[in-house]
């Protein structure tokens, strides 16, 4: 190839690769950045899980999180859906981890707990991780309804970071009493289909033995929990606010729950999958 020849397709491969960034800096094909995940899809086991971390020192384990731990479990066959601090709990922080099966669940946990990277990182994260053990083991609800998995945070176009607000609404169901409330939550949650809201799942115990008994599950279920992720807080306080106080209320009195509602208002780390990206259709319907 001649020397204009090289420096006229340089130009050309340049103007392509500008096309393709938006004036921020980010990605304009939504779809594209979608595809790039299609092969991380169908996760039907899912951890809930919310940890304690000593007084002052959560930040520190968000970074230590963050640094090390997600793509391990993806290179296990696992997936890190989302990690996030629970605002108004100052020592929570909060992540959602899924296996394609319950027959994976021990396999990919006692690979990694017995693996390198635990083993050189263990020490100074549970020093700092006084209670793990708040864990809901759950299943989509329907198997389209799984945790949305998105491409995971660009460290080019997303310089700041994960954006947006993560919410989940925690129903604890009267035993016996499971498919009438789903069915009854379902069409509660067909009012969060707004602008600036994007569901991202909706999941229900899953009532098996616990197959890794090295980490604890809770055992007090049925459980139900509906995910979506907000664009920022002018949508979540002026919009979605009143509809999850109005939907929380109505299935409150349909007497099929042990307990009143629970939500949780949480912000993705840095480096959450899980996060507010407009262009992010895949996923689950509410």
Same mark, same amino acid.
């Given at each position: 190839?001649?020397?204009?020849? $090289?420096?006229?397709? @340089? +130009?050309?491969? #340049?103007? *392509?690769?500008?096309?393709?960034?938006?004036? %921020? =800096?980010?990605?304009?094909?939504?779809?594209?950045?979608?595809?790039?995940?299609?092969?991380?899809?169908?996760?039907?086991?899912?951890?809930?899980?919310?940890?304690?971390?000593?007084?002052?020192?959560?930040?520190?384990?968000?970074?230590?999180?963050?640094?090390?731990?997600?793509?391990?479990?993806?290179?296990?066959?696992?997936?890190?859906?989302?990690?996030?601090?629970?605002?108004?709990?100052?020592?929570?922080?909060?992540?959602?981890?899924?296996?394609?099966?319950?027959?994976?669940?021990?396999?990919?946990?006692?690979?990694?707990?017995?693996?390198?990277?635990?083993?050189?990182?263990?020490?100074?994260?549970?020093?700092?991780?006084?209670?793990?053990?708040?864990?809901?083991?759950?299943?989509?609800? $329907?198997?389209?309804? @799984? +945790?949305?998995? #998105?491409? *995971?945070?660009?460290?080019?176009?997303?310089? %700041? =970071?994960?954006?947006?607000?993560?919410?989940?609404?925690?129903?604890?169901?009267?035993?016996?009493?499971?498919?009438?409330?789903?069915?009854?939550?379902?069409?509660?949650?067909?009012?969060?289909?707004?602008?600036?809201?994007?569901?991202?799942?909706?999941?229900?115990?899953?009532?098996?033995?616990?197959?890794?008994?090295?980490?604890?599950?809770?055992?007090?279920?049925?459980?139900?929990?509906?995910?979506?992720?907000?664009?920022?807080?002018?949508?979540?306080?002026?919009?979605?606010?009143?509809?999850?106080?109005?939907?929380?209320?109505?299935?409150?009195?349909?007497?099929?729950?042990?307990?009143?509602?629970?939500?949780?208002?949480?912000?993705?780390?840095?480096?959450?999958?899980?996060?507010?990206?407009?262009?992010?259709?895949?996923?689950?319907?509410?």
């Amino acid at each position: 190839m001649k020397p204009f020849e $090289r420096l006229l397709r @340089g +130009v050309v491969l #340049l103007g *392509a690769f500008g096309a393709a960034i938006s004036a %921020h =800096g980010k990605p304009t094909n939504g779809t594209t950045t979608m595809e790039s995940v299609q092969h991380l899809q169908d996760y039907q086991v899912i951890e809930f899980r919310r940890y304690v971390t000593k007084d002052g020192e959560r930040a520190h384990f968000v970074k230590y999180f963050d640094t090390y731990f997600p793509e391990t479990f993806e290179q296990l066959g696992a997936m890190v859906f989302g990690q996030f601090t629970e605002r108004g709990h100052p020592d929570s922080f909060t992540w959602l981890r899924g296996f394609h099966d319950i027959s994976a669940r021990p396999v990919v946990n006692a690979a990694f707990y017995y693996g390198p990277v635990w083993k050189e990182h263990r020490v100074k994260v549970n020093a700092i991780l006084p209670d793990s053990d708040n864990v809901m083991l759950l299943r989509p609800l $329907r198997a389209e309804q @799984g +945790v949305m998995v #998105l491409p *995971a945070v660009d460290p080019v176009t997303e310089e %700041h =970071g994960a954006q947006g607000i993560v919410v989940a609404q925690i129903f604890a169901v009267k035993k016996g009493s499971e498919d009438a409330f789903a069915r009854r939550a379902e069409a509660t949650f067909s009012a969060y289909r707004i602008e600036g809201v994007h569901p991202a799942g909706v999941l229900v115990t899953l009532d098996v033995p616990n197959n890794f008994p090295q980490l604890p599950i809770r055992t007090d279920g049925p459980f139900l929990v509906w995910l979506g992720v907000v664009r920022d807080n002018a949508t979540l306080d002026g919009r979605l606010a009143p509809l999850l106080t109005s939907a929380e209320k109505s299935l409150a009195d349909s007497g099929l729950l042990r307990g009143a509602p629970e939500r949780l208002v949480m912000d993705p780390t840095r480096r959450s999958r899980l996060r507010w990206l407009p262009d992010a259709t895949a996923g689950a319907s509410p």
